[in-house]
């Protein structure tokens, strides 16, 4: 059974970092695309920023730039290091793995930036 574990949400001020983490155990098959998405109440759940298992990346316009996503294959876990963040950036984030043909999520994260 495939696990996520997440960590490194809470709250911190405007223009403060922080850096997220996602762990997947329990796959007996290869790690693809990780990815985060954010939600706020009332609204869908949208792509932050995604890594493939071969390092390429990709991120949401809205912030290119802060967000730098990296991940660790020995370890099956990415890290969102989330920098200059913005009270808009108050969200859950969700851990997101592809493994083959199947996907994951995690629980979500809050994240509050306050002004």
């Known amino acids: 059974q495939v696990q996520l574990v997440e960590s490194g949400g809470g709250l911190v001020q405007a223009g403060g970092s922080l850096r997220l983490s996602c762990a997947a155990s329990g796959s007996s098959f290869s790690v693809g695309r990780m990815a985060w998405y954010r939600q706020v109440p009332g609204k869908q759940r949208d792509l932050v920023a995604s890594v493939t298992s071969g390092g390429s990346t990709n991120y949401a316009d809205s912030v290119k730039g802060r967000f730098t996503i990296s991940r660790d294959n020995a370890k099956n876990t990415v890290y969102p290091q989330m920098n200059s963040l913005k009270p808009e950036d108050t969200a859950v984030y969700y851990c997101?793995?592809?493994?083959?043909?199947?996907?994951?999520w995690g629980r979500g994260t809050q994240v509050t930036v306050s002004s």
């Open positions: 997101n793995v592809q493994i083959v043909a199947w996907t994951y």
